[in-house]
Each structure stands twice: as structure tokens, then as C-alpha cells.
């Protein structure tokens, strides 16, 4: 294979598995047009997410909340920063997670949402959104699995009520004051099942082949750049590729413009154990498959190597 695949969700997952799973196996990144994710909930999203990062910084602030490592609320600019990385990434962010009931089971490993009351519209639109991003996601994972010969339904369960997370992203017109070497999100890998990108199309988002090179991803306008995440490569024993990706800083005009994305990190439940596969273990490799590990463990691992937790 020598392009990324650039499918239509609309067609049948049994036409399409082949072709995004080689897609996910060679590059660990396709392209997903057709995903099912309204326009007009887009926009809409769009316009919340740019009206509350027009807010005064102290506003925004008052939304940073100590000690959960970002996973919900504000972060501010330059506080993530890729693992190895030797300086912070230029963007803010937001982050949307699910509402368990309290006495929910898995209630002690997310925390509740905060909203901006400033934008009134705010938390309607991102709970529509969060929503209609698991959808569209639990559609590709009915793929892949099709393509990894499992169930078209075997992701299901290992999704429901996962500690999935909606990100608003403002990469903002590049200071003239940036460290050497920054850019708007140095080269990092995922830490979760799979991820669904809006707003990919605008250039910068680049992907490391197995040549070491890097490759430009570029999506139509309002298709999903979907990539696979530390997480799915773990559990298919390196079948499918968590591949290193960047986002890098614009040239020319583009320096003095506003970026904006909302990428879906789709989580397994934090319960749910991550074992890699038989189907995904050749017969004299057992010894060499990674062990099984709680996804939430995993995720906290992972957490403290970018400095969030």
C-alpha cells in the first residue's frame, strides 16, 4: 500500500475492513469520509470552542483544574509536552469526558465535567458531539475488528462507558517569542483505541513512515484524519501501528492565523484488560507479546510520561 486510505463510512464495513486495515497496518492512519458527524453540529461546535478561547485568559483559567491531569476543564498554553519532548507544545485546550451517575461502577476513574458558563451553548453542543464522535468510532471499530477476523460487534463492550475524551484545540498565531524547536504538537503517539480528528484538513498534520520520513495527512474538508492509538496496537501485538505523528508550525501567512481541531480519543473501558490477541500472536512469539494490563493502569503510565500526571 502506498497512500493512506480514504474510505466512505456509508458503504458496507465488509468492503471497507480490508482497505482501512491495511491502511491502519502500513501507516497506522485513514481517512473516513461520510463518518455520519452532521455539518451543522460541527459548526456549531466550531463556533463554541472559538467563543470560549476568545475568552480573557484569567476567565479560561478559572476553568484549570489541579490535580487530574488535564482530564477535564482548561488547559492552558504551553502546559503539555510530548514524551521526550524538550519543550511544551504551542496550544490550549479543553477537554469533554463522559457523565457517569455517581454510584456508577466506573464512576471513580473519570471526573465530572466542568462547563463554561460564558457560552451558554457550550455544553449542550459538546454532549451532542461527544456522543455522535462514539458513533462514527464505534463504526470503524466494527471494522477493524471485521478486518482482525473478530466479531463486527467485538469492540462493543470493551468501549461501553469507556473514559473516552472530546479535545478543543487552539493552536494560536505562532509568538514571535516561541522556544527553539517548539512546535504546535511535537512528534508524539496516542495513548488510547483509536482516534477520530475534525479539522485535519488545514496542513501541518504529518506522520512518521517506516522509511522515517515524514508524510503529510490531508483530509478533504470534513472528513476524519482516524488514527490507531497505543492502546489498539497493544492489543493486536503490533498488527495495527500507533504511529508517531506531529502537528508542525504553518509557513508564510499562515503563521499569523488561528488553527483550530477537535480530535476524539475513543477509550476502552478502564476495566477492561488489554491482552493482546491470539489471532494477532504468531505460534513461537507468545513469550514475546506484551503482558496484560487494566486500561486505566495503561493510561496512567502513559499520562505521567507527557507530564500530565
Same mark, same amino acid.
Given at each position: &500500500? ?6 466512505? *463510512? ?31 453540529? =460541527? ?6 470552542? @472559538? ?30 509536552? #510530548?514524551?521526550?519532548?524538550? =519543550?511544551?507544545?504551542? %496550544? ?14 466506573? #464512576?471513580?476513574? &473519570?471526573?465530572?465535567? =466542568? ?7 457550550? @455544553? ?72 477520530? *480528528?475534525?479539522?485535519? @484538513? ?8 517506516? %522509511?522515517?520520513?515524514? *508524510? ?22 503490533? !498488527? ?7 502537528? =508542525?508550525?504553518? !509557513? ?9 481541531? &477537535? ?27 506484551? @503482558? ?9 503510565? !502513559? *499520562? !505521567? ?5
Amino acid at each position: &500500500m502506498s497512500d493512506i486510505a480514504s474510505v466512505s *463510512l456509508e458503504r458496507p464495513l465488509s468492503e471497507i475492513a480490508v482497505e482501512l486495515g491495511e491502511s491502519f497496518a502500513e501507516f497506522g492512519f485513514g481517512i473516513v469520509r461520510d463518518h455520519g458527524i452532521p455539518d451543522e453540529l =460541527v459548526a456549531r461546535a466550531q463556533a463554541a470552542s @472559538e467563543a470560549f478561547f476568545a475568552l480573557p485568559d484569567e476567565t479560561k483559567r478559572a476553568y484549570k483544574i489541579e490535580g487530574i491531569a488535564g482530564a477535564r476543564g482548561y488547559t492552558p498554553f504551553g502546559q503539555e509536552q #510530548a514524551k521526550d519532548a524538550e =519543550v511544551f507544545d504551542l %496550544k490550549e485546550f479543553w477537554h469533554v469526558g463522559r457523565d457517569l451517575a455517581p454510584d456508577h461502577d466506573l #464512576a471513580k476513574f &473519570m471526573e465530572p465535567n =466542568v462547563w463554561p458558563a460564558e457560552v451558554p451553548e457550550f @455544553e449542550a453542543t459538546m454532549r451532542e458531539l461527544f456522543l455522535a464522535f462514539e458513533t462514527t468510532g464505534r463504526r470503524i471499530l466494527s471494522a477493524i475488528a471485521i478486518h482482525l477476523g473478530e466479531d463486527a460487534n467485538f469492540f462493543d463492550s470493551t468501549i461501553e462507558d469507556g473514559n473516552s475524551v472530546l479535545r478543543l484545540l487552539r493552536y494560536p498565531p505562532l509568538p514571535d517569542d516561541a522556544p527553539d524547536g517548539a512546535i504546535r504538537a511535537a512528534a508524539h503517539g496516542d495513548i488510547n483505541a483509536i482516534t477520530l *480528528l475534525l479539522g485535519a @484538513e488545514e496542513a501541518g498534520l504529518e506522520l512518521l513512515t517506516r %522509511k522515517g520520513e515524514w *508524510l503529510a495527512v490531508s483530509p478533504p474538508p470534513g472528513a476524519l484524519a482516524v488514527n490507531i492509538g497505543d492502546m489498539l496496537e497493544r492489543l493486536t501485538n503490533g !498488527r495495527l501501528r500507533s504511529t508517531t505523528h506531529r502537528v =508542525v508550525n504553518p !509557513r508564510g501567512e499562515a503563521i499569523r492565523r488561528t488553527r483550530y481541531s &477537535m480530535p476524539f480519543f475513543l477509550h476502552f473501558r478502564p476495566d477492561f484488560e488489554i491482552a493482546p490477541l491470539e489471532s494477532c500472536i504468531a505460534e513461537g512469539e507468545q513469550d514475546h507479546a506484551p @503482558e496484560p494490563i487494566l486500561a486505566h493502569d495503561f493510561l496512567m503510565q !502513559r *499520562l !505521567r510520561e507527557i507530564k500530565l500526571a
